[in-house]
Nanobody, 122 residues
Framework: VQLQASGGGLVQAGGSLRLSCAAS????????MGWFHQAPGKEREFISG????????YYANSVKGRFTTSRDNRKNTMYLQMNSLKPEDTAVYYC????????????????WGQGTLVTVSS
């Protein structure tokens, strides 16, 4: 399984970005997916998870109400719509795939994407 995250970039505070995570292989639709971010000098943090069907979604308090996670199993792709971005959202964003059922913390990631950098200017 390979995961390719994309969509990062530089945006002003209050702006929006949409990240994508494309998965290779045939396990996407039978796997839970998650988003993590890692800010400079901080540990990687789990921010959102989605179950196999997309009907169950978890958000960390830091992003709840601003970020929306979705998936398209026909396209083997997961998305993270980020609105009302804040400077503290600046981080490398990683997608992850889990072969189990748990999409909430602690998210048991089996595969990781390479990360995409999001920079939010004030």
């Amino acid at each position: 399984v390979q995961l390719q995250a994309s969509g990062g970039g530089l945006v002003q505070a209050g702006g929006s970005l949409r990240l994508s995570c494309a998965a290779s292989g045939r396990v996407f639709s039978s796997s839970v997916m998650g988003w993590f971010h890692q800010a400079p000098g901080k540990e990687r943090e789990f921010i959102s998870g989605i179950n196999r069907s997309g009907g169950g979604i978890y958000y960390a308090n830091s992003v709840k109400g601003r970020f929306t996670t979705s998936r398209d199993n026909r396209k083997n792709t997961m998305y993270l719509q980020m609105n009302s971005l804040k400077p503290e959202d600046t981080a490398v964003y990683y997608c992850a795939l889990g072969r189990g059922l748990e999409y909430r913390p602690p998210f048991p990631a089996d595969y990781w994407g390479q990360g995409t950098l999001v920079t939010v200017s004030s």
